[in-house]
Structures are given as structure tokens and as C-alpha cells.
Nanobody, 127 residues
């Protein structure tokens, strides 16, 4: 059974840090692009970051570039999102997703490119 599970969310003060984890079972993450998406209440789901399958190229939304870092540990079948300098506007449910990025025009921060999704983890940035 293909499954993605996010963990590491929580409540943090502005300026703080969190590290989210995305663990897979039933398939090998190394063969997939892994994206992180977030959805705040009343808004659409937005792409935050992605790491490609072939050469680990990373992609970031402008709103998080320089503050978030995505990485993967293939031995642990896990992808991480290190989030630093968190802001209240980063508050959202964060989802990881897996997609096959074997074609050249794969849109790495577009949700409908991804086939497998986790259930999400809540991140709240508040004082």
C-alpha cells in the first residue's frame, strides 16, 4: 500500500524553526519528485518546495526562498523540509506529495502533477 506520512508540525513563535519529515511506505521515494505544499484556511493549496528525482534539483516558491530547505535521505526513504525564520503567514497545513517527473515539462510546484499525497501536518506560527 502506497502511503506518505508527514510529521514535525507544531506551534512555533515567529522567527523560530521547524523540520518537517515526509516518510514513505510501499514505494521508493528516490524514484519520485517530492513536493511540499501548504494550504491555509480559506486559501488554495500552494506549492512550497520540490526536490527532483533525477539529480535532486530543488525548487522553491518566492515566499519561502532563503528560509526553507528541502532535502532527501534515500536510505531512510524520507524527505525533509527545514523551515527557518518562520512567519505568521507560514501558518498552514503542510502536505507532501510524490510525482513522476520523467518528462521535461513537469511543473514541480503544481499540485495536479502529483499522484500520491499525505494527510498533512499543521504548522502554526504565532506568539
Amino acid at each position: 500500500q502506497v502511503q506518505l506520512v508527514e510529521s514535525g508540525g507544531g506551534l512555533v513563535q515567529p522567527g523560530g524553526s521547524l523540520r518537517l519529515s515526509c516518510s514513505a511506505s510501499g514505494f521508493t521515494l528516490a524514484y519520485y519528485a517530492i513536493g511540499w505544499f501548504r494550504q491555509a484556511r480559506g486559501t488554495e493549496r500552494e506549492g512550497v518546495s520540490c526536490i527532483s528525482s533525477s539529480d535532486n534539483t530543488t525548487y522553491y516558491a518566492a515566499s519561502v526562498k532563503g528560509r526553507f530547505t528541502i532535502s532527501r535521505d534515500n536510505a531512510k526513504n524520507t524527505v525533509y523540509l527545514q523551515m527557518n525564520s518562520l512567519k505568521p503567514e507560514d501558518t498552514a497545513v503542510y502536505y507532501c506529495a510524490a510525482g513522476r517527473d520523467y518528462y521535461s515539462d513537469f511543473q514541480h510546484l503544481q499540485a495536479d502533477e502529483y499522484d500520491h499525497w499525505g494527510l498533512g501536518t499543521q504548522v502554526t506560527v504565532s506568539s
